[in-house]
């Protein structure tokens, strides 16, 4: 099943998740399908309830590594571009961290932007280590990693972004 669809999904709760709701089904840039309602999905939450959103981060991150290896086995294919559940959890912990005025105030739309557009960058550049790590950390676990690593890249660059402004 290279290429499951809408009725493999609503099959296996795995797949559902594994292939983020349906996103990664996109037949264009899963991927940043997948990363854009990541983001949408979890901007409500974290507004509603940063503690909450947390809790689901660490659910998520935890369960990942199993999602995405699952998903993996029953597509036939590592990494399967399809798969975007590491795309939400990456983008889940740039949310999380980003500089307090992403919460608040006349700005906050433009850090989510940002978010969304240097995870992106970061997860298809996939600059060393990340690359090291796609290519030679296999399983679920991998498939997860390289995107936790994008994301922390990511929040690097935001940062210093960040801070260069106060400055």
Request: charged share 10%; glycine share 12%; with cysteine.
């Amino acid at each position: 099943m290279t290429n499951p669809t809408w009725s493999d999904l609503f099959k296996n709760p795995a797949l559902m998740l594994g292939f983020g709701f349906g996103s990664g089904l996109s037949p264009k840039a899963p991927g940043t399908i997948g990363t854009l309602l990541g983001t949408l999905l979890f901007i409500p939450l974290i507004i509603y309830s940063i503690e909450l959103a947390w809790v689901v981060f660490a659910i998520a991150s935890l369960a990942g590594s199993w999602i995405c290896g699952r998903s993996a086995e029953l597509v036939g294919v590592h990494d399967h571009g399809g798969i975007v559940w590491d795309e939400f959890v990456g983008i889940w912990l740039v949310l999380l961290l980003l500089p307090t005025e992403a919460w608040g105030g006349e700005h906050q739309a433009w850090w989510w932007l940002a978010a969304f557009v240097v995870f992106r960058f970061f997860d298809i550049v996939k600059p060393w280590p990340i690359r090291w790590v796609d290519a030679k950390v296999s399983g679920g676990f991998g498939i997860l990693l390289d995107d936790v690593l994008a994301a922390v890249f990511s929040l690097i660059g935001i940062w210093v972004i960040y801070m260069s402004i106060l400055v």
